[in-house]
């Protein structure tokens, strides 16, 4: 918000402003009219101290003004019509989840709107969130490898899988759907990126949340040859890492300089076993 819609606001809502300061927001021409369009009146608010109480005398020259200075939008169709829809986000999310009762090798799309929420399938207690679409996909053949990771056996059983789609999952509008899960597991890449989504995340929830990732990063460390943007990255992904008690990661960090892409954890997969669509040909 500009400072010219900070103090339209103010004004709007009856708070006393310095009126001085505020007539220097304004542009040229209401500058010069500024008293045929407000009147302010001295409060004081302290000793020596004062601010302005302002009326508002031409009401259609106050809402030009509003308009001109860029006033949020409070939807998807009003930030349109002020020329940027990105400005506000959607009504509607959409999230695609693998769960045990499906048809075929299609995951589920759930639809998400305010709090109502649309889905077919009862939760488990657990889910996964799989950060990239390339290991979405592949989840059967991860999966072993995440039960290591996490010391316990994880299958659709017991567990659900959603498509994080990089940061998309931290959107407001899909924590009615993560709020369904007793406990959430992170496979996010192993980055400064993913650690900020996990703390998110952790934030959001308040519950169990935890992030995959091995206890012995030494079988990986060829794995790390994602550069950093730059050093000031690499830093604040290690003192990340420290600070959420991933010593092994933050020491990973430090010895290669580099960060780690999920998708090194396909390395060992090959061939047609890397496809959801194993056992599948012809669908």
């Known amino acids: 918000m500009t400072r010219l819609a900070q103090y339209l606001t103010q004004i709007h809502n009856g708070e006393l402003i310095n009126y001085t300061a505020f007539k220097k927001t304004l542009p040229k021409d209401e500058q010069i009219d500024h008293h045929l369009i407000f009147k302010p009146q001295k409060q004081a608010v302290g000793k020596n101290k004062y601010k302005d109480k302002v009326d508002?005398?031409?009401?259609?020259?106050?809402?030009?003004?509003?308009?001109?200075?860029?006033?949020?939008?409070?939807?998807?169709?009003?930030?349109?019509?002020?020329?940027?829809?990105?400005?506000?986000?959607?009504?509607?999310?959409?999230?695609?989840?693998?769960?045990?009762?499906?048809?075929?090798?299609?995951?589920?799309?759930?639809?998400?709107?305010?709090?109502?929420?649309?889905?077919?399938?009862?939760?488990?207690?657990?889910?996964?969130?799989?950060?990239?679409?390339?290991?979405?996909?592949?989840?059967?053949?991860?999966?072993?490898?995440?039960?290591?990771?996490?010391?316990?056996?994880?299958?659709?059983?017991?567990?659900?899988?959603?498509?994080?789609?990089?940061n998309q999952i931290n959107k407001g509008l899909n924590l009615c759907f993560l709020d369904q899960y007793h406990s959430v597991l992170c496979a996010f890449d192993f980055d400064f990126g993913g650690l900020g989504m996990f703390k998110t995340l952790q934030q959001h929830l308040g519950k169990d949340v935890t992030f995959l990732m091995p206890s012995d990063f030494s079988p990986w460390l060829e794995g790390f040859k994602k550069p950093p943007k730059d050093k000031d990255q690499w830093l604040a992904a290690m003192s990340l890492a420290n600070e959420l008690g991933f010593d092994a990661l933050a020491a990973t960090f430090k010895h290669t300089r580099y960060f780690m892409e999920q998708e090194v954890l396909l390395r060992n997969i090959s061939g047609d076993k890397s496809s959801a669509y194993e056992n599948d040909e012809g669908k």
Do not use: W
């Open 56 to 166: 508002i005398l031409d009401q259609q020259r106050f809402e030009q003004l509003l308009k001109q200075a860029g006033m949020p939008a409070q939807n998807r169709v009003e930030a349109a019509q002020k020329g940027d829809s990105h400005q506000v986000a959607t009504s509607y999310s959409f999230l695609l989840v693998y769960h045990n009762h499906l048809p075929d090798v299609r995951p589920e799309l759930v639809l998400l709107h305010a709090d109502q929420l649309s889905q077919t399938f009862k939760p488990k207690k657990q889910l996964i969130i799989i950060e990239n679409q390339e290991n979405f996909f592949c989840y059967q053949q991860l999966l072993p490898l995440f039960s290591d990771f996490y010391g316990q056996s994880l299958d659709l059983s017991h567990c659900d899988i959603v498509f994080g789609a990089g």
